[in-house]
């Protein structure tokens, strides 16, 4: 099975930089991706690493460590409206094409 | 380009009543996904659907089934509903095998009295 685990909440100074961990167990590994939902919405796709290494999109950032079953989504530049949940997610079973979601992590950012 | 429809937005049930919920996925998209969402919780999977069939399903009760029809669309019934069904049901698509990235709807909120 999967199982995946991320602080459950993070608060933050807006302007500054912030990181939010994720490990998972799985019984095979196709890469880590990284949802963000806001209060009243659906997920939105933000970034997926199939490789080791740091994945760049504008003030989002993610890592994976394969080695390590770890990850991060790094967000920089913190603008109020980061306010959300992050969520990872995680497809682990051979043939499986669905994801397997974190509990997510509430980010709170604070003037 | 039109993203994932999921109708109703918002449905309230008796409990032992049954909800069907909607789902159309973004044109070209063939994979439909569906979760659960109970408030203030994570993301559950439900049901995996590609190409009209089920292809893999959550740790759910049988009384969660769907389909999904040949034009790609999907539903999601629930039968037998009890009081904690109630949540934000979510569907996403994807293309096939690019279950990496999938798009979400707005989701249906299901409230059981």
């Known amino acids: 099975g999967q199982s995946l685990e991320q602080p459950s909440e993070v608060t933050a100074v807006e302007g500054a930089i912030v990181q939010i961990n994720c490990t998972y167990q799985?019984?095979?590994?196709?890469?880590l991706s990284w949802y963000q939902q806001h209060d009243g919405g659906a997920p939105t796709f933000l970034s997926y690493?199939?490789?080791?290494g740091l994945e760049e999109t504008g003030r989002f950032s993610s890592f994976l460590s394969r080695s390590d079953s770890y990850g991060y989504l790094l967000l920089q530049e913190l603008q109020m409206k980061d306010s959300a949940s992050y969520f990872c997610?995680?497809?682990?079973?051979?043939?499986?094409?669905?994801?397997?979601f974190g509990t997510g992590t509430r980010l709170t950012v604070i003037p | 380009e039109a993203g994932v429809t999921q109708s109703p937005t918002h449905l309230i049930k008796t409990r032992g009543q049954q909800a069907t919920l909607r789902c159309s996925p973004i044109?070209?998209?063939?994979?439909v996904y569906w979760y659960q969402q109970a408030l203030g919780l994570g993301l559950q999977f439900l049901l995996w659907?590609?190409?009209?069939?089920?292809?893999n399903r959550g740790n759910f009760p049988p009384r969660f089934s769907g389909r999904q029809f040949p034009n790609y669309s999907s539903e999601l019934n629930v039968n037998a509903l009890e009081l904690e069904d109630s949540a934000l049901y979510l569907c996403?698509?994807?293309?096939?095998?690019?279950?990496?990235?999938?798009?979400f709807g707005e989701g249906s909120w299901l409230t059981v009295v």
């Open positions: 799985t019984s095979g590994f196709y890469g």
């Open positions: 690493n199939a490789l080791d």
């Open positions: 659907y590609d190409e009209g069939e089920e292809r």
């Open positions: 044109s070209g998209h063939t994979s």
């Open positions: 997610a995680v497809r682990g079973q051979t043939g499986a094409n669905n994801l397997f």
């Open positions: 996403a698509s994807s293309l096939t095998g690019l279950g990496n990235t999938i798009y």
